[in-house]
C-alpha cells in the first residue's frame, strides 16, 4: 500500500516531470534506460516500454497497477516483463466504445 491518494499516485506515473521520479532520468553516463508509455486505463493502470539507450530495443514492460485502499491509500502492484507488447490504439476500440460507433 502507498500512503498517497490514487490521483497523486496516477499523476506521480502520468506526468513526465513527475514520472521521472519513479522511473528515474535516461542517461548514457549511467546506462538508465529510456522509456516511453505505450497506454493507460485511467487511474487504474500505466504501462511503459524501458529501451537500451546503445539500441531503442525494448528491454521489458513496466506495469503499474494501482487502485484506491482503505483509508485514501493506493493498492499498488509493480510488474515487468521481459518484452514490450505491441502498441494499442489510444481509444482501445473496444468494448462500449465500439458500439457507440
Known sequence: ???SSPEKVWRALTI?????SWLG???RSTGMPEYE???T????????????IETDTPQTLVTFEI??????KTWFRLTH?????????????????VLAA
Do not use: I, Q
Open 1 to 3: 500500500l502507498l500512503e
Open 16 to 20: 513526465a516531470e513527475l514520472a521521472e
Open 25 to 27: 532520468k535516461p542517461d
Open 37 to 39: 508509455m505505450l497506454d
Open 41 to 52: 486505463v485511467p487511474f487504474s493502470r500505466v504501462r511503459y516500454a524501458l529501451h537500451d
Open 67 to 72: 487502485g484506491p485502499a482503505p483509508g485514501g
Open 81 to 97: 516483463s521481459p518484452r514490450a507488447l505491441p502498441r494499442m490504439a489510444a481509444n482501445g476500440n473496444w468494448g462500449p466504445t
